[in-house]
């Protein structure tokens, strides 16, 4: 482990997250300070939205609804191509952004800059994605012909967690509005200033006043979204906990729901696994991000003879990985994003010593020359963990890699899925039996077979099962085109049509056969 000579600290940047309703305005709730992880420094702050901002939001949401909704399709995907441009334009001042204010590393910021422009270039082929949900069928009566349409609903809004502030607000906003709905989103509070930019570049778009929407603030203006009358749906991202209280109270008041939380991740390494891929994998999975990704897999289970190796070459790939600020490009490990974070997560490293697990590598102690005060946590490793231990069944959200082993690949599967969750798991294997022997029998919503992070494409759903996810249409591709519209069945005849007798001749035959 090592530790960089950083770059020139930017945190002195002063900046204010504000909202954007139409144009840019400033709420009236509390104003909260915004720290670098880093450095532990106030650089910027971010004012709350009242119940009656948000109210005053989906107010002029719900006014611009029809004239949007009434814009051709076509016409509505030109403003994502725009929206594209605009993104690809400023990514590298988004990564900045958000490197500054999430501590993740810049390769890791524009990484996830590039998945999110990715949904914006998916949705602008909203036309085809709806027309290959619709489709006629002739004559289900004689002169009648029936079809599905699908249509937009009204105002959707979006509640986004901290550690992909770039990304995840982007699963949402362009399938929203390509479908033809207007949208607010309110991001993380940690992380608001990620969420200014990308509006930076929806008012250079210039969507007419009210289709795009950015309101900030905490928990009292997620509930002033959740209990609103006029938002029909809530796209939710973020912890187990706070997703069922979004799930409930969401469909108590009526709106539908797609409501994402926490996650607990295995990889399971087999014998047949090419070490010499999979370890560099592995260590990208579980401390890629700080291990602060709903896909991190901070359990490794090695099955059979390969622990040994497994092992060795795990420790000696974690003593080659750098810890610091994310602005420095040579760093792997960036600090985690509070101080609560911090002592949450050696918290649960102690109960797991408590209960048995052997402390293989401790960077918790790690001290930045430059940030003292910054949230750093070096790499950690524990051996001997069991699925009994709160470690193994807890998401930890920091850079915290478990190592077990299994006797053979069926104990490694219950291990995984013996936790609550069921976001994402992976198999290191070269043998296509095992590989399809985990995709059928572990309970999660990702597989990833010789892939750590497996994030799907902007063009397939994402999402998890279990307590990974509350409500049925997922995130992304066609689950967003359907949760975003509602089908409307036509049925149609028109009575001066020229029917021919021919096609009476067999209805009528018909009929008389069958009553
Ligand atoms: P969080 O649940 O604390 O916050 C998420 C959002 O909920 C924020 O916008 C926050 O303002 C709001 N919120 C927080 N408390 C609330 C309350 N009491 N009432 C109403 N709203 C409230 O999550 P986080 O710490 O920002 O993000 C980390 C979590 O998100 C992890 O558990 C991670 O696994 C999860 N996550 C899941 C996925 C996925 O795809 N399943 C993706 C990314 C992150």
């Keep these: 482990m090592s530790s960089e000579q950083p770059r020139q600290d930017t945190t002195a940047i002063a900046d204010t997250a504000r909202n954007y309703v139409g144009n840019w305005t400033d709420p009236d709730g509390e104003v909260h300070e915004i720290t670098n992880p880093a450095t532990n420094q106030t650089f910027a702050t971010v004012t709350y939205s009242t119940e009656a901002d948000v109210d005053r939001t989906i107010g002029i949401a719900r006014e611009a609804f029809q004239d ?10 030109q403003y994502l191509f725009d929206l594209k441009q605009e993104l690809e334009d400023h ?23 590039r998945r999110g422009i990715e949904n914006v270039e998916v949705a602008a082929g909203i036309p085809n994605m709806t027309r290959e949900e619709s ?9 009648i012909d029936e079809t599905a349409v699908r249509q937009p609903l009204g105002v959707f809004a979006a509640i986004t967690p901290f550690n992909f502030p770039a990304m995840i607000p982007l699963w949402f906003l362009p ?3 390509a479908t033809g709905n207007t949208f607010i989103l309110k991001p993380s509070e940690k992380v608001p200033l990620s969420s200014q930019l990308i509006f930076e570049a929806v008012d250079a778009v210039g969507f007419p006043d009210g289709v795009v929407n950015l309101v900030n603030g905490g928990a009292d203006t997620v509930n002033a979204l959740l209990e609103h009358d006029n938002i029909e749906g809530i796209s939710f991202v973020g912890s187990t906990p706070i997703a069922k ?16 939380g926490g996650a607990k991740n295995y990889a399971v390494v087999t014998e047949s696994a090419q070490l010499d891929e999979a370890i560099p994998n592995v260590i990208g999975s579980v401390y890629g991000n700080a291990g602060q990704r709903c896909l991190a897999n901070d359990v490794v289970v090695g099955v059979g003879d390969v622990y040994a190796e497994l092992r060795e070459r795990l420790l000696s790939a974690v003593d080659d990985l750098t810890v610091g600020s994310g602005l420095n490009e040579e760093t792997d490990v960036g600090p985690l994003i509070t101080d609560e974070s911090y002592t949450r997560v050696n918290e649960l490293i102690e109960t797991a010593i408590e209960q048995g697990a052997e402390l293989v590598v401790d960077g918790r102690d790690f001290e930045h020359s430059e940030y003292p005060d910054g949230n750093f946590m070096g790499p950690v490793l524990l051996e001997n963990v069991t699925t009994e231990m709160d470690i193994t069944q807890t998401e930890i959200f920091g850079p915290v890699l478990c190592l077990a082993d299994a006797e053979d690949l069926d104990t490694a599967i219950e291990m995984v899925n013996s936790t609550e969750y069921g976001n994402a798991s992976t198999i290191y294997t070269e043998r296509g039996g095992e590989a399809r022997k985990y995709r059928y029998d572990v309970d999660a919503g990702n597989i990833g077979i010789n892939v750590g992070v497996c994030a799907p494409m902007g063009f397939f759903h994402f999402g998890g099962r279990k307590g990974s996810f509350f409500g049925d249409l997922h995130a992304q591709g066609e689950d967003a085109v359907s949760f975003y519209t509602e089908k409307t069945i036509s049925i149609e005849r028109y009575f001066n049509w020229p029917h021919t007798t021919v096609r009476y001749t067999i209805y009528n035959a018909y009929h008389s056969c069958s009553s």
């Design 175 to 177: 399938y929203a509005v």
């Design 135 to 143: 489709g006629m069928v002739e004559d289900v009566a004689p002169g």
């Design 68 to 77: 949007w909704r009434e814009t051709p399709v076509t016409e509505r995907s």
């Design 245 to 260: 209280h979004i799930y409930t109270t969401a469909a108590e008041h009526g709106k539908r729901v797609q409501a994402q």
């Design 91 to 113: 990514q590298e001042n988004i990564a900045q952004a958000l490197s500054r204010e999430h501590g993740k590393t810049l390769a890791e910021a524009r990484g996830e800059i």
